[in-house]
Structures are given as structure tokens and as C-alpha cells.
């Protein structure tokens, strides 16, 4: 009997211990598989006790991921405790205390959390997956080489909501030691609703398990939903989804998609080998297609452990006279107490392919018919009245001597000193170069006869050189306006299009400043609506170019004497504004491929060329002779692109004190030219000059003998000077709009300042002028508006800039900056227009009526 009751003591007692307390060289391991989810346990590991905890006690809730929490605040760096979890297909490990190097100091986590992989994904359609057993039962062996017992706390749960339905607002925290990830499946379902029980039953249907009778009957009612569901063809089809990101500190964090597949990586270093990933604080966003991920897509939470890689560089460059008047640099982003962040985001559907095509077709819609309106104005004009023809085309009668003037004043000297009459001779006898003016410097005769009509200077003293010469120097501006824009679109392209493959490559979205949450993939293009927006300086600026032809042709069939009525015409420079238009366009859809600090230069240098030949339209206008010639034009132009480029690289304090300094020189030696009609020289002799005429005539050296332009000047003295101080005062990253802003202000300015002179001097304006003048000030106004409402910003970093983005407001499709596109467009379309119409009126008037301002 006794011996009966031993040999059970050996096989129920004795033989099991042996397997569960084996020892082995001193190290005792334990195994048990009974270990249940949701249940926390403490034990005690050592170097001579090891844990190996299955936990298989429970299999109702497989169908969502395991997540291990271990904390432990006895381990340490000289014996940290080494965790080990082991699934059918994957090994996962980590340590406690997990050690972080920042930039100050090492961090140090006492608690860790890991999702394991999830490899038997009921949304996966693998075979390999079906070898996976239901009973994907997580292992978790503990081990430290502490030679003290080491307590530690271990729980296994499943993690809830893991599988993200659209449109679903999910909340969770998160810690630099606890990353999270969920599972995004574009197979929603048959009502756009993830139904896990559905999916299990559908995944064993195809892993050609034996499903039940209620299996069975689930499992028909999905296919037959799902067979039911509308489809009106792949245009109708949604092709992505965004996800939007919201949290409500700023603490920085990097947010991670990664592909349908194991392992997912969840820490700072494995996410740059996979995936997209991209920086954030309070808000981020990104857009995902289905041909990408085709059946879904990971989405990782990482809470970084320092606040440097979401903040903005501070400007260390001001000096200690600016930190005393408290010109700050930009402030560091603030934390708040602890690095636990909370998130909040959802998935939402983009447009389908329907949606791109209407709002696509609604904006080139909307410029055609700009189109359509010059096609019925030309079409009004061929049968205008026939009076008004005849009396175009009837030579006008000249003023009594004012024909004579105007032959004297075409009598020049050349370069041999023999006279040369240009009016209405055109032999064979050319100069040598049709570019070589024929009025180099007005003699003191011809200077004190170049004023008519009580002292004024008229364009007529202004207007000597032959109309072929005028047109050759015009056409140099085209020529040069082109041959500018090849040389420099042509690399842009080409770096664009190396930013968009390192884009598509690395995955870090932090290299574009896009609108993530309006920033709509076509192709090969990640943002493909605000490369597509910029059509219209394209089309406007190709019909502007059309309009110019037109009205060229117009004047040729024009007789000699009426060529010698009204403004000189400058059809080149015209042709060069409507080429630089064409090209603004171009250049910045290359700059929306993929938009950053480096390459912004792109979307604004030819608005730069833009701004400064209307300028010179205007001046030209009147100052025929003595205008800028094209080679002077663009090397001004190259000078402002070069220091709009050290203003990107470096915009420190001390280069915005030169460029304020340079600003205002600058307006003061243009305020002197205009003034004096271009008669004014700046040379050493100046100041002396002002000295002797201010002690000779005092009272007279002071008064202005022009109020009307004095005062005209004065005011944008004023305004030059406020944008000045604006400028020195915020000293921002964004030189570039800073330098966009004095030069379209300038333009605002000199072209308010010509239409008042007009009415001073009593020249009348076409009423479709007026038109223009009213329609260019009030899209200019709108168009401003959103400009300043910024959806981007990369003078900030990649995560505040994404503070800045909003969704779509526009058909959909369009953001704010869309519309800019839209409004600038055609706000420079009527600008071009307005310069182009603005003398109209003067086209009957003996140029020796018109004055000089």
C-alpha cells in the first residue's frame, strides 16, 4: 500500500516539478501555459531564475493582436532586465530600463509596452497565414543577470479598436516606451463597417476550414451584402483615404504607415526603413492610396523623447542690442509636464476619380472663358461701327507748328555727327545694329528745347529714335525673358523630380511642406492639385501673348503718320510680360511638387521678373528714349534673385539691416529720377550741388516745384519706409515674401501714382480701362487675403507647419492657396491688361500734347 502511495508521489509530484523547476547550472526556469490575458502578474527574476510565461488561458478574443506590458522599477543599467516575446512566426525583444540618448541628457524608462505582431491578420488573404494556428499563443520569457531578485509586473491584453472603421474617432495615449499601431483595412465591408465576426468567418471559409450551420448562414448574408453593394465603375471608385491627427499638446511625436506585413516596426530607429513616416505636435495628416497598400496599412504612434525635431531653429544670429529692444528669435515649442501624449484621430474617404475630373474641369472651365470673352470681343470689334473705322483710319490733322516740332525733333545726331531723318524712312541704309540708340544724351540745345507747352517735357522730346531701333531694343526683353526661363526651368524640373523619387523612396514626409490634409495623389505626383492649380498663369499668360499679337498687327496696318500719334508702342516687352506670366506658372507647379525652404526661390522668381517689367512698362511709357535697356533690366533682376537667395539661406538680423539700408537707397535714387524726369544724376558732385542751390535760393531750393508728383512720391516714401520697419522688426526666415511684397507694393504704388498723374495732367481713361483698373484692385485685394491664410509654412518646421493645415474648401479638390493660384492669376491677367489699355485713349494725340510724368 505504502509503495502504492509512493509511486503515485513520484508521478504526480516529483516528475512534473523536474519539468517545471529544472535546474540547470544553478538556473532555475519556469514555465507555465495557463497564464491569462488581462491579468497582471509580479514575479521575482534573477540570474538564477528565469520566467517563461505562455499565456494560452483563455482563446476567445485571438482575433486582435496581444499587447505586453512589462515595469519593473528595480532593474537597472548595470542589470537590466531582458524580455523576450515569441510567437509562431516572429521574435520580438527589449530591456528595462530602456535607454534613450537625447540631445541633453539619457533618458531612462522603467516601463515598456509592445504590440506584437499580429501575423494570423483576419484581413489577410496569405495561405501561409491559414498554417497559423487560432491559437497564435504569445510566450514571454523574462531574464536578467541581476544577482538580486528583480520584481517585475507583466499583463498581456488585446488591444481594443485595433481595427480602425472609417470615419471612427479613436482616442489613445501614448509614451515614448509605449508605442502603439492599429490596422486600417480598405476592405470596409459591405456598409463601410469593419465586421471582425464576419471577417473571421470569411477568413476560414478561405483557409478551407469547417465552418458551422450560424458560419455558414453569416457567412452568405456578407457575400450576398457585398454582391449588392453600388458600383458605378472605377470612376466612382475612392482610390485613398486620409488620415487627420489631432492632439491637444506639443509634445513632438512621429506617426508611422507601414505596409501589410510583419514585423511592424514601432521604435525611432526601424520606422525609417519602412513606410511613410512624418513629425507632428498638434495636428498631422497624410494621404494614403489603395494602390500602395492594397489591403490596408499600419498606422505607428511614437512620442519622441525630446521636443527638438518637432521645434523651430531659434535665430542665434541677433546681436545683444536686438535681444535688448526684444527682437526674440522664434520660441521653442513648450512641453508639458511628462511625456505622455494623447491622440485623437479618424480615416476619412478622399474624391474618387469623378470628383477629380468636375473639380479639374470647373477651374479650366473657368479660364477658358476668358477665352470665349476675347474671342466675342474680337468678334464685336469686326463689326463696329463704319464711321468709326473711316475715322481711325483718316490721317489726323496736325496743330498749328506741332507737325514741324515733331520733324525737328526727329533730327538727330548720330555717332559720326551727320543728321539722320527717321520719320518715315526706312532704306536700306541701317545702322549697324538696330539696338544702337540714336539719342544717346540730350545736348543743351535740344534739353532746353525738349520743353513744350509752358515748361512741361512732352513725350514727343522723349520719343527720337526710329520705330525699328524702339522695336529691336523692345524685343530684346522677350528674348532674354525666354532664354532665361529655359535655362532656369529646365533644372528645376529636373530637381523636383529627384525630390518627388526621394519622397516616394525614404518615406519622410518631412521633406515637403505639403498641406497633408489637402494634398490629393494623381499618378506620380503627391499633390497633385496644387501643381494642377497654377494652369491658369499658363493660360492667361499664353491669351495676354495673344491679345499683344493682335494688337501689333492692329498697329502695322496703321499708316506711318498715325504710328507717330500716341504712346510708343514696346510689343516686345509686352510679349516678355506674357511669357514671364507663362513662366511664373511653370516654375511654380515644379516649386508644388514638392515645396520647401530650398526650393521656394522657384515659386518666386519670375514673379520677381513679373513685377519689375511692368515697372518698366510703365516708365517706358512716356520715357521711350531714355528707359532701361533689357541687358540692365535683367542684371537688376539677377541681383534681386541672388539676395532673395542669401535671404533664404541665411536671413539672419545683421542681412536684414543691409537690405533695409540698401531698401531705402534705393527708393530715394529712384524718388530723385522720377521727380526729375530722369535728368537726375547721382555722382560725387551731388551734395554739393544741393548744398550751393540751398544756400543760393533757400526758400526756392525747398519748395517743391511740382506738388502734385511731390506729394504722390512722398506717400510711397512712406509706405517704403513702413515696409522697412516691418521687415527690420520681424527679421523672419521667409525673406522671400518679404522681398515679393516690397517689389508688388512698389508696382501698386507707381501705378497708382501714373494713373493720378493722368487725371492731374486731364487725360482721359477708356471706361474699359477703368474696368480693368477696378477689376485688378479688387482681385488683387481678395487674392492677398488668401495668401496671408497660410495652410503651410516652411519657415517653420515640418511639424508647425502641419498646424497649419486644413482641409479641402474648394469643389473638394482646393485649398486656400489653391484659390491664391486661381485669383493672382487672374488678378495679373487684368493687371496686364489694365497696362496695356491704359493710354488707349491717347492713341489720337500728337505726342507732343502728352506730357511726361
Request: one cysteine or more.
Amino acid at each position: 500500500m505504502k509503495s502504492c502511495w509512493l509511486i503515485k508521489f513520484v508521478f504526480l509530484f516529483l516528475i512534473p516539478l523536474s519539468v517545471c523547476q529544472r535546474i540547470n547550472d544553478g538556473i532555475i526556469f519556469h514555465y507555465n501555459n495557463t497564464y491569462k490575458y488581462n491579468v497582471p502578474y509580479t514575479i521575482e527574476v534573477s540570474k538564477n531564475t528565469e520566467y517563461i510565461m505562455e499565456f494560452g488561458g483563455d482563446v476567445e478574443a485571438y482575433d486582435t493582436p496581444a499587447r505586453v506590458t512589462v515595469a519593473s522599477d528595480f532593474a537597472n543599467r548595470t542589470y537590466p532586465l531582458f524580455i523576450t516575446a515569441r510567437q509562431q512566426k516572429g521574435v520580438f525583444s527589449w530591456q528595462l530600463p530602456m535607454l534613450v540618448q537625447t540631445p541633453d541628457t539619457l533618458e531612462q524608462f522603467t516601463n515598456i509596452s509592445r504590440t506584437l505582431c499580429p501575423h494570423n491578420n483576419i484581413f489577410s488573404e496569405d495561405q501561409d497565414t491559414c498554417e497559423i494556428t487560432n491559437l497564435n499563443t504569445p510566450i514571454v520569457h523574462l531574464t536578467s543577470s541581476s544577482p538580486d531578485p528583480i520584481k517585475v509586473t507583466i499583463v498581456v491584453q488585446t488591444v481594443e479598436n485595433f481595427y480602425i472603421k472609417m470615419n471612427t474617432v479613436v482616442n489613445m495615449t501614448s509614451t515614448p516606451s509605449q508605442p502603439k499601431y492599429y490596422f486600417y483595412p480598405f476592405d470596409q465591408g459591405p456598409n463601410e463597417v469593419v465586421d471582425l465576426d464576419s471577417q473571421s468567418i470569411k477568413k476560414k471559409f478561405i483557409c478551407n476550414k469547417e465552418l458551422d450551420t450560424n458560419e455558414k448562414v453569416t457567412l452568405d448574408r456578407y457575400m450576398l451584402r457585398s454582391n449588392l453593394r453600388t458600383d458605378y465603375g472605377w470612376l466612382s471608385k475612392p482610390k485613398s483615404v486620409i488620415v487627420m491627427i489631432e492632439s491637444d499638446d506639443d509634445i513632438c511625436a512621429v506617426v508611422s504607415i507601414q505596409n501589410f506585413s510583419c514585423p511592424v516596426f514601432d521604435n525611432e530607429r526601424d520606422i525609417l526603413y519602412d513606410g511613410y513616416y512624418l513629425t507632428m505636435t498638434r495636428r498631422g495628416g497624410i494621404t494614403l492610396t489603395q494602390d500602395t497598400f492594397p489591403l490596408g496599412f499600419y498606422i505607428v504612434f511614437i512620442v519622441k523623447t525630446s521636443d527638438d525635431d518637432c521645434a523651430g531653429a531659434a535665430n542665434d544670429s541677433l546681436p545683444n542690442m536686438a535681444h535688448y529692444f526684444g527682437w526674440q528669435g522664434r520660441a521653442s515649442v513648450a512641453t508639458g509636464d511628462g511625456r505622455v501624449k494623447t491622440f485623437s484621430f479618424k480615416i476619412i474617404q478622399t474624391i474618387s476619380y469623378q470628383e477629380y475630373f468636375i473639380a479639374a474641369g470647373a477651374a479650366l472651365a473657368f479660364f477658358l472663358s476668358f477665352y470665349v470673352l476675347f474671342a466675342l470681343a474680337v468678334l464685336c470689334q469686326r463689326y463696329r461701327p463704319r464711321d468709326r473705322q473711316e475715322r481711325l483710319l483718316a490721317p489726323p490733322t496736325p496743330h498749328e507748328g506741332g507737325d514741324s516740332r515733331v520733324r525737328r525733333r526727329r533730327v538727330v545726331n548720330d555717332s559720326s555727327g551727320s543728321s539722320t531723318h527717321a520719320a518715315g524712312q526706312h532704306g536700306d541704309g541701317s545702322s549697324s545694329s538696330d539696338t544702337d540708340t540714336d539719342l544717346s544724351t540730350l545736348d543743351g540745345a535740344a534739353e532746353r528745347d525738349a520743353y513744350l507747352l509752358g515748361g512741361k517735357l512732352c513725350v514727343a522730346s522723349l520719343s527720337r529714335c526710329r520705330a525699328r531701333v524702339l522695336s529691336a531694343r523692345s524685343r530684346l526683353y522677350l528674348w532674354n525673358v525666354l532664354t532665361v526661363a529655359v535655362f532656369y526651368t529646365l533644372p528645376v524640373v529636373q530637381l523636383v523630380v529627384t525630390y518627388q523619387r526621394l519622397l516616394n523612396q525614404s518615406g519622410n514626409q518631412d521633406l515637403c511642406y505639403f498641406n497633408f490634409l489637402c494634398a490629393h495623389p494623381l499618378l506620380a505626383l503627391s499633390d497633385f492639385n496644387h501643381v494642377y492649380s497654377n494652369l491658369g498663369y499658363v493660360l492667361l499668360g499664353a491669351l495676354f501673348v495673344a491679345q499683344v499679337w493682335r494688337r501689333q498687327r492692329a498697329h502695322e496696318r496703321r499708316t506711318q503718320q498715325q504710328k507717330e500719334l500716341g504712346i510708343p508702342q514696346h510689343f516686345g516687352l509686352l510679349y516678355a510680360m506674357g511669357a514671364a506670366l507663362v513662366s511664373e506658372g511653370l516654375l511654380s507647379a515644379a516649386y508644388h511638387v514638392c515645396p520647401n525652404s530650398m526650393n521656394f526661390q522657384f515659386d518666386t522668381s519670375f514673379m520677381y521678373v513679373t513685377a519689375v517689367l511692368c515697372m518698366v512698362r510703365l516708365y517706358q511709357a512716356r520715357h521711350a528714349d531714355v528707359n532701361a535697356r533689357a541687358h540692365a533690366t535683367f542684371g537688376v533682376l539677377a541681383l534681386i534673385i541672388f539676395i532673395g537667395l542669401v535671404g533664404v539661406l541665411n536671413a539672419n538680423f545683421y542681412f536684414w539691416v543691409a537690405f533695409t539700408v540698401l531698401h531705402l537707397v534705393t527708393c530715394l535714387v529712384m524718388t530723385f529720377q522720377i521727380y526729375y524726369l530722369g535728368r537726375f544724376r547721382l555722382d560725387g558732385e551731388v551734395l554739393w550741388r544741393a548744398a550751393r542751390s540751398l544756400s543760393a535760393r533757400p526758400l526756392a531750393a525747398v519748395t517743391p516745384a511740382r506738388a502734385g508728383r511731390c506729394v504722390l512720391l512722398l506717400l510711397a516714401n512712406l509706405a517704403n519706409w513702413a515696409l522697412a520697419a516691418y521687415g527690420l522688426s520681424q527679421h523672419g526666415r521667409d525673406f522671400a515674401s518679404h522681398l515679393l511684397l516690397v517689389l508688388m507694393s512698389n508696382l501698386f504704388l507707381y501705378t497708382l501714382f501714373y494713373i493720378a498723374m493722368k487725371l492731374l495732367h486731364r487725360e482721359t481713361i477708356a471706361w474699359y480701362s477703368w474696368a480693368f483698373i477696378a477689376l485688378t484692385y479688387a482681385v488683387w485685394a481678395g487674392s492677398s487675403y488668401l495668401y496671408l491664410d497660410l495652410s503651410t509654412d516652411w519657415a517653420l518646421s515640418p511639424a508647425q507647419s502641419r498646424r497649419r493645415n486644413r482641409v479641402c474648401s474648394l469643389l473638394q479638390l482646393y485649398d486656400s492657396h489653391d484659390a491664391w493660384h486661381f485669383l493672382s492669376a487672374t488678378a495679373m491677367f487684368f493687371s496686364f491688361n489694365m497696362y496695356l489699355t491704359i493710354d488707349d485713349n491717347l492713341s489720337d494725340t500728337p505726342r507732343t500734347d502728352i506730357m511726361v510724368f
